[in-house]
């Protein structure tokens, strides 16, 4: 989805253009000042199909297991995302959470991700660490969170495992 800088609102839902809201984050002209702005420009990354923006957000940890070059080739079609909760990843914070919606298509077929992200400040910059989904499986909301290994179907109910698809 090819996104004009000087007229389109951002693919993040903020309602502001994506020059003054991610764009300036995914061209590195700016880095985000608390998680939710880091997890609003993840998104857009995926919908502009960003991985090398991903891979320098996500935690050094978690870097080797990431392969930017599937997100280049992916063909999944975001199409909406809703911020549910924030739980700190404010200015002064060092780490936070961002429970989100993001909606999409894929072959032919809509389906949604819910993650409860977590992120931790590193060198005075937002990281990516890692995310549970709250729903999968049968989990309800306030439940214990439910962590979905590599190998396991994506919550996201592509069929997919979770490593080749939302992982």
């Given at each position: 989805?090819?996104?004009?800088?000087?007229?389109d609102?951002?693919?993040?839902?903020?309602?502001?253009?994506?020059?003054?809201?991610?764009?300036?984050?995914?061209?590195?002209?700016?880095?985000?000042s608390?998680?939710?702005?880091?997890?609003r420009?993840?998104?857009?990354?995926?919908?502009?199909?960003?991985?090398?923006?991903?891979?320098?957000?996500?935690?050094?940890?978690?870097?080797?297991?990431?392969?930017?070059?599937?997100?280049?080739?992916?063909?999944t079609?975001?199409?909406?995302?809703?911020i549910i909760?924030?739980?700190?990843g404010?200015?002064?914070?060092?780490?936070?959470?961002?429970?989100?919606?993001?909606?999409?298509?894929?072959?032919?077929q809509?389906?949604?991700?819910?993650?409860?992200?977590?992120?931790?400040?590193?060198?005075?910059?937002w990281v990516?660490?890692?995310?549970?989904f709250?729903?999968?499986?049968?989990?309800?909301?306030?439940?214990?969170?439910?962590?979905?290994?590599?190998?396991?179907?994506?919550?996201?109910?592509?069929?997919?495992?979770?490593?080749?698809?939302?992982?």
């Amino acid at each position: 989805m090819p996104v004009s800088s000087e007229t389109d609102l951002c693919p993040c839902g903020s309602s502001r253009r994506f020059d003054h809201c991610c764009g300036r984050f995914l061209s590195g002209a700016d880095y985000p000042s608390t998680a939710e702005e880091l997890m609003r420009s993840r998104y857009c990354a995926f919908v502009l199909r960003n991985g090398a923006y991903l891979s320098d957000t996500i935690a050094a940890e978690k870097r080797g297991a990431f392969d930017a070059k599937s997100i280049e080739r992916d063909q999944t079609d975001w199409i909406g995302l809703e911020i549910i909760d924030c739980k700190a990843g404010g200015l002064l914070d060092q780490t936070g959470q961002v429970e989100f919606i993001a909606r999409f298509n894929e072959h032919g077929q809509h389906h949604h991700l819910h993650e409860r992200s977590s992120f931790e400040r590193r060198a005075g910059k937002w990281v990516y660490v890692d995310g549970d989904f709250p729903n999968a499986n049968g989990i309800k909301p306030g439940a214990a969170p439910h962590r979905v290994g590599r190998n396991d179907p994506c919550p996201c109910g592509s069929g997919k495992k979770f490593k080749k698809c939302c992982g």
